[in-house]
T-cell receptor, first 112, second 113 residues
Framework: GEDVEQSLFLSVREGDSSVINCTYT??????LYWYKQEPGAGLQLLTY?????DMKQDQRLTVLLNKKDKHLSLRIADTQTGDSAIYFC????????????FGKGTRLSVIA | DGGITQSPKYLFRKEGQNVTLSCEQN?????MYWYRQDPGQGLRLIYY???????QKGDIAEGYSVSREKKESFPLTVTSAQKNPTAFYLC????????????FGPGTRLTVL
């Protein structure tokens, strides 16, 4: 079955880059997603990448996809204290409004 | 203003009582989902519905029930059969031009007293 793995914690200093990694198992995934969750809130869609792309950049966010290794990463440049949150990776294993498969989330702590 | 609303934000329930959590969307999405999140845990899928009048069990459906009588609404009932219902409940929807991309509501925190 599908599975998505992430490390649970990451701590970085303010101004440094953060890299959050994710591995997935379903090679037929069409889209891969990154969501952000702040304390007591719902999940906010940050960005997504189509499976035929290697990289996507959106302001401070860079997503890299290595389809051969089934590895996805999210890089946050110039990390700020407001970036402290839980980041979830998710894959879309099939099309047609089927549930995404989520990782357990990586808690990013930004130290001032 | 398009989006997903969940109410109430906080809910307290006595043991043995059923309680219903509301989820409404005006995004014209066909699919809706309910997840449960426990402290320090990821999301666990309770139920989902791909179309009106149809829904499927997720990974942890026991002790929960849903209905999908309208496209916009997908209420979740936490029954007294759910042994440990205290958790954060998240509703999401997907469809239209967004495809499988899920958009989430702000969540309801349920506490059993």
């Amino acid at each position: 079955g599908e599975d998505v793995e992430q490390s649970l914690f990451l701590s970085v200093r303010e101004g440094d880059s953060s890299v959050i990694n994710c591995t997935y198992t379903d090679s037929s995934s069409t889209y891969l997603y990154w969501y952000k969750q702040e304390p007591g809130a719902g999940l906010q869609l940050l960005t997504y990448i189509f499976s035929n792309m290697d990289m996507k950049q959106d302001q401070r966010l860079t997503v890299l996809l290595n389809k051969k290794d089934k590895h996805l990463s999210l890089r946050i440049a110039d990390t700020q204290t407001g970036d402290s949150a839980i980041y979830f990776c998710a894959e879309s294993p099939t099309s047609g409004n089927t549930p995404l498969v989520f990782g357990k989330g990586t808690r990013l702590s930004v130290i001032a | 203003d398009g989006g997903i609303t969940q109410s109430p934000k906080y809910l307290f329930r006595k043991e043995g009582q059923n309680v219903t959590l509301s989820c409404e969307q005006n995004l014209n999405h066909d699919a809706m989902y309910w997840y449960r999140q426990d402290p320090g845990q990821g999301l666990r899928l309770i139920y989902y519905s791909q179309i009106v009048n149809d829904f499927q069990k997720g990974d942890i459906a026991e002790g929960y029930s849903v209905s999908r009588e309208k496209k916009e609404s997908f209420p979740l009932t936490v029954t007294s059969a759910q042994k440990n219902p205290t958790a954060f409940y998240l509703c999401a929807s997907s469809g239209g031009a967004g495809g499988d991309t899920q958009y989430f509501g702000p969540g309801t925190r349920l506490t059993v007293l």
